[in-house]
T-cell receptor, first 115, second 113 residues
Framework: KAGVTQTPRYLIKTRGQQVTLSCSPI?????VSWYQQTPGQGLQFLFE???????NKGNFPGRFSGRQFSNSRSEMNVSTLELGDSALYLC??????????????FGAGTRLSVL | GESVGLHLPTLSVQEGDNSIINCAYS??????FIWYKQESGKGPQFIID?????DKRQGQRVTVLLNKTVKHLSLQIAATQPGDSAVYFC????????????FGKGTLLTVNP
């Protein structure tokens, strides 16, 4: 079974631009979460989608948004990029469970550099 | 700041030794914990998990210990190998079917041959 696929792997943007990152979850997984990873802040939760609905959201400004499609693929968008948005953006998928056994499987990430 | 944190940012061990990586958490409602391993250039990889109704869980060369009294989690790696060199994160799920994991800052494990 293929793992979580994120595209592109690397991006270079300039301040003020916007960017869209893509994530294809593991087949059959309906939950997709996004995280930002930086050396200073570590892994920080952005948001989580399930059945095309955002279920959870982290403490990020409204410039960060996402969506999920009917095939569970997800995109996240960052508008008006700032230098501090430079980070590794990780996508993770999980199978649906009613309990809290939430094993998230991560992709390799998209490395975003804002100049 | 994050409620899940690590006592040591770096750990250096000799090949063949046992490694112990520690993690503290502060949320009593957390009921599920995971350890991840992240190698350079890769995303975090699941290692082992444990529910809050357990004290210990063993996998292949790894053991996770949970002490709810002091809100402490540890990952023990037996016979550490060079391939174990990576950053290790603990993560907690704060109750129910909340699919938001809170991660610690990470510990860099270096295995010396």
């Amino acid at each position: 079974k293929a793992g979580v696929t994120q595209t592109p792997r690397y991006l270079i943007k300039t301040r003020g631009q916007q960017v869209t990152l893509s994530c294809s979850p593991i087949s059959g997984h309906r939950s997709v979460s996004w995280y930002q990873q930086t050396p200073g802040q570590g892994l920080q939760f952005l948001f989580e989608y399930f059945s095309e609905t955002q279920r959870n959201k982290g403490n990020f400004p409204g410039r960060f948004s996402g969506r999920q499609f009917s095939n569970s693929r997800s995109e996240m968008n960052v508008s008006t990029l700032e230098l501090g948005d430079s980070a590794l953006y990780l996508c993770a998928s999980s199978p649906y469970r009613r309990d809290s056994k939430n094993i998230q499987y991560f992709g390799a990430g998209t490395r975003l550099s804002v100049l | 700041g994050e409620s899940v944190g690590l006592h040591l940012p770096t750990l250096s061990v000799q090949e063949g030794d046992n490694s112990i990586i520690n993690c503290a958490y502060s949320n009593s409602a957390s009921d599920y914990f995971i350890w991840y391993k992240q190698e350079s250039g890769k995303g975090p990889q699941f290692i082992i998990d444990i529910r809050s109704n357990m004290d210990k869980r063993q996998g292949q060369r790894v053991t996770v210990l949970l002490n709810k009294t002091v809100k402490h989690l540890s990952l023990q790696i037996a016979a550490t190998q060079p391939g174990d060199s990576a950053v290790y994160f603990c993560a907690e799920n704060r109750g129910g079917s909340n699919y938001k994991l809170t991660f610690g800052k990470g510990t860099l494990l270096t295995v010396n041959p």
